[in-house]
């Protein structure tokens, strides 16, 4: 079963750090760019970042770019956001999010997430 | 960027009602158009890539269309567990975005 499992999360102060991991299992995790969604309380999903398979490219949401880093260990089958000059905005739950990529019926090829792991609740609060 | 923008942002419908969810792109996206089920407390689930795509295992009462920068997402006949929060997501471009979302109420 393919299954993606976040931890890390909790309580931290605005200004403070925090690193979340995400343990991958049931599929052959270097083969696949992974992400980073979160989704604040009672709102809807922001798109974080992205690593590639190799980690030959990495791309961050305005919101976080500088403040946030993305890494992969592909030997440990996990995925990490490190978290830093964490913001109050920066609550949220965290998914790590497997992309995966079909063709459509143009032969164009479109990338999607599945599936999501079952998040990690981040808190940044004085 | 691309914004993405939903419509309605919530809708109210009873099991067995024909439900149609549209999502707009700020600029044309093809079919790089993708949906998503999330119910309270769950992570978001798969329902359509490409546009039109159905994930396996989804209930074929579910359909999405269009193209550029219009797509539907439709679900025929309702059931109790079709109610939850709907997103649309454009991966056109790397920078990911989401709509923010379609509320499915009874």
């Known amino acids: 079963e393919v299954q993606m499992v976040e931890s890390g999360g909790g309580l931290a102060k605005p200004g403070g750090s925090l690193r979340l991991s995400c343990a991958a299992s049931g599929f052959t995790f270097s083969d696949y760019n992974m992400n980073w969604v979160r989704q604040a309380p009672g709102k809807g999903l922001e798109w974080v970042s992205i690593i590639s398979s190799r980690s030959n490219y990495i791309y961050y949401a305005d919101s976080v770019k500088g403040r946030f880093t993305i890494s992969r260990d592909n030997a440990r089958n996990s995925l990490y956001l490190q978290m830093n000059s964490l913001r109050v905005e920066d609550t949220a739950v965290y998914y790590c999010?497997?992309?995966?990529?079909?063709?459509?019926?143009?032969?164009?090829?479109?990338?999607?997430?599945?599936?999501w792991g079952q998040g990690t609740l981040v808190t940044v609060s004085s | 960027d691309i914004q993405m923008t939903q419509s309605p942002s919530s809708l109210s419908a009873s099991v067995g009602d024909r439900v149609t969810i549209t999502c707009r792109a700020s600029q044309s996206i093809s079919t790089y158009l993708n949906w998503y089920q999330q119910k309270p407390g769950k992570a978001p689930k798969l329902l359509i890539y490409?546009?039109?795509s159905l994930q396996s295992g989804v209930p074929s009462r579910f359909s999405g269309g269009g193209s550029g920068t219009d797509f539907t997402l439709t679900i025929n006949s309702l059931q109790p567990e079709d109610f939850a929060t709907y997103y649309c997501?454009?991966?056109?471009?790397?920078?990911?975005?989401f709509g923010q979302g379609t509320k499915l109420e009874v």
């Open positions: 490409a546009a039109s």
């Open positions: 999010v497997r992309e995966r990529s079909e063709a459509d019926s143009s032969g164009s090829y479109v990338n999607f997430f599945d599936p």
């Open positions: 997501q454009q991966s056109f471009i790397t920078l990911y975005s």
